[in-house]
């Protein structure tokens, strides 16, 4: 009795100040009840359809007059992926990290060349993790407090930094969550990525970050965390993200003009630390997608698979999806991540979800998989 009385009063002193919920605030996972009193505070926004391919995909200069690095200004919000921070760092993004699927998707076709149908289904699946399906808005950074009375579960909202779906365990750059930052830049990681750098330098690329470098490093990664991570987890989708983030510096990071898949360790820091493009930067001469990703995880194969609540207990999971079972992926990604992070959607919102995951099916090369929906078709 007092919880209900208490759950009460909690709802009718956030109905008040439902204006707190920021309008990029994630909806997924939120209760009955929360979304009973967060939804008619916002105003639905149809989702425009995604961008088709630039006619120029030509190598540009990027870092230019219209978009010149600027420092992060109060309150804008950067997050764990250093492609997007620099992007919104240059003003291809909007500056304060809060932009449309239709931005994010031309932001990277724009600033970095990115293929496509990469572009809008990665956009698109982390849109409906991350963002808010009835604005319309993503943020491209961690979640975010209230600033005011709090509904009864989530503390947190918005943002790329959902665990375990695109910012996961045994990144580059960034800690596990278990150890209680994983989004911000990890000095202690990078100088281990710049010893990788120096231990394949006479044999691999002169201290160049390639593709014989990523596929160590990502190996030496994975084994640290199996080692120091008792929660860590290497299954769908993180298994595709965290070997897509191996490749992204190569196919991304070094200037469209050069040609020998070498990234210098001062650009790459530029880029993960300091959020900006070198001065004269060109994107990559034609679309990139996440192209060597074969060559990095065929180094020292691992399987999906997780610790089981301690250290160095890493157990493969069959039900996982792999590089090769893709459709599986997709299927597993609606089914079971969308769809448990909203069971029973009605009115503007199930309209919306539905919308973007047909924009997310849309994006899945020659339509090769089954379409699913989990919320029935409109």
């Not at 289904?121 to 979640?143: E, H, M, P, Q």
């Not at 769809?339 to 029973?344: A, D, H």
Request: proline share 9%; glycine share 10%; charged share 15%.
């Amino acid at each position: 009795m007092l919880r209900s009385f208490l759950l009460a009063v909690t709802l009718a002193l956030y109905c008040c100040t439902a204006r707190a919920f920021p309008a990029y605030g994630s909806l997924a996972g939120l209760s009955r009840r929360e979304l009973e009193t967060i939804l008619p505070t916002l105003t639905f926004q149809p989702p425009d359809s995604p961008p088709g391919p630039p006619a120029d995909t030509s190598a540009k200069l990027v870092n230019d007059a219209a978009h010149p690095w600027q420092q992060q200004a109060p309150g804008d919000i950067r997050g764990p992926c250093p492609g997007l921070n620099t992007l919104a760092s240059h003003g291809w993004l909007p500056r304060n990290g809060i932009a449309t699927p239709v931005q994010i998707i031309n932001a990277v076709q724009d600033g970095f060349n990115m293929e496509n149908q990469l572009a809008r289904f990665v956009t698109y699946a982390a849109f409906l993790v991350d963002g808010n399906v009835i604005t319309n808005l993503l943020s491209i950074g961690g979640k975010t407090s209230f600033t005011g009375p709090e509904p009864p579960s989530p503390a947190i909202v918005g943002g790329l930094n959902t665990h375990a779906v695109f910012e996961g365990d045994a990144s580059m750059t960034r800690g596990d969550a278990f150890f209680g930052n994983n989004h911000d830049f990890n000095e202690t990681l990078f100088d281990q990525v710049r010893n990788f750098f120096m231990a394949f330098s006479n044999q691999f690329g002169a201290g160049k970050y390639n593709l014989t470098v990523a596929g160590e490093l990502r190996f030496q990664r994975i084994k640290e965390s199996i080692a120091t991570n008792p929660t860590f987890s290497f299954v769908a989708p993180r298994f595709f993200t965290a070997y897509a983030e191996s490749v992204f510096p190569i196919n991304f990071f070094i200037d469209g003009r050069q040609n020998d898949g070498q990234l210098d360790l001062t650009v790459a820091r530029g880029f993960f630390q300091g959020m900006r493009m070198p001065d004269g930067f060109f994107r990559a001469n034609g679309p990139k997608g996440a192209d060597g990703i074969n060559v990095v995880a065929a180094a020292h194969p691992v399987p999906p698979g997780a610790n089981t609540g301690a250290l160095n207990t890493f157990t493969p999971d069959p039900t996982s999806a792999n590089f090769s079972t893709f459709c599986l992926l997709y299927s597993n990604f609606v089914n079971q991540t969308i769809k448990g992070l909203y069971p029973s959607p009605t009115g503007d919102l199930r309209t919306a979800l539905n919308i973007n995951l047909n924009f997310l099916f849309q994006a899945i090369p020659g339509a090769a998989c089954p379409q699913v929906f989990p919320f029935g078709q409109d």
